[in-house]
């Protein structure tokens, strides 16, 4: 079975804290694709990492970074020093091609930061 | 400016009409996607097109039907069939589809729609 499960469905932060968001994905295949996404309140996605599964390499960009780990089937983003413009759902998504074009997307993690 | 529109942005229709959701895409990109995103929900694959004239099946397509006439336009109508359309759709576009450094999906703002 392939999922993709963001167990986390709601984050409720201060500004400044540091945040990480969950995401364990489920697939057999050997070669797939994993991204997040950010979905502010106006409703449009926006992308924010792609990652293959033979890239194993954490990335930092800004305040954001991630932590791919195929060992546990897992790859968390954290935001650190958070700010009230972070506040958005974020989407895990993993991507296959074995037997067809498949996107499974997680079912999102709410994050709130209050200033 | 380079991006995806999708229009418009809220949409109304009754119950037993068919409809059609615009998405134009100026990147040139080759693949063209619709999802559809339920409250609460993670998106759904609808349809997509990896090149023009040629459309696939996703997770969701019955009660749905799509165009590919041209590179830039990718038209989805939801029609009578689908038995529960009130939904956020969103249309995305990516240079292929294949398993490559550049298949990531771009998004368009998104079209509310709501049977009544």
């Known amino acids: 079975a392939q999922k993709v499960t963001q167990a986390q469905t709601e984050i409720s932060v201060v500004e400044k804290e540091d945040v990480t968001l969950d995401c364990v994905y489920e697939?057999?295949?050997?070669?797939?694709?994993l991204f997040w996404y950010k979905q502010p309140p106006s409703g449009e996605l926006v992308f924010l990492i792609r990652r293959n599964s033979f890239d194993e390499q954490n990335e930092i960009s800004g305040r954001y970074s991630w932590n791919f780990q195929k060992s546990t089937s897992s790859f968390n983003f954290t935001i650190t020093a958070s700010q009230v413009v972070d506040s958005a759902v974020y989407f895990c998504?993993?991507?296959?091609?074995?037997?067809?074009?498949?996107?499974?997307f997680g079912a999102g993690t709410r994050l709130f930061v209050k200033a | 400016d380079g991006g995806i529109t999708q229009s418009p942005k809220y949409l109304f229709r009754k119950e037993g009409q068919n409809v059609t959701l615009s998405c134009e895409q100026n990147?040139?990109?080759?693949?063209m996607y619709w999802y559809r995103q339920d409250p609460g929900q993670g998106l759904r694959l609808i349809y997509y097109?990896?090149?023009?004239?040629?459309?696939q099946k996703g997770d969701i397509a019955e009660g749905y039907s799509v165009s590919r006439e041209k590179k830039e336009s990718f038209p989805l109508t939801v029609t009578s069939a689908q038995k529960n359309p009130t939904a956020f759709y969103l249309c995305a576009s990516s240079i292929t589809v294949g398993v490559s450094l550049t298949d990531t999906q771009y998004f368009g703002p998104g079209t509310r729609l709501t049977v009544l």
């Open positions: 990147l040139n990109h080759d693949a």
């Open positions: 697939t057999r295949d050997t070669t797939y694709y």
């Open positions: 097109s990896q090149i023009v004239n040629d459309f």
């Open positions: 998504a993993l991507i296959l091609f074995t037997g067809g074009f498949k996107t499974i």
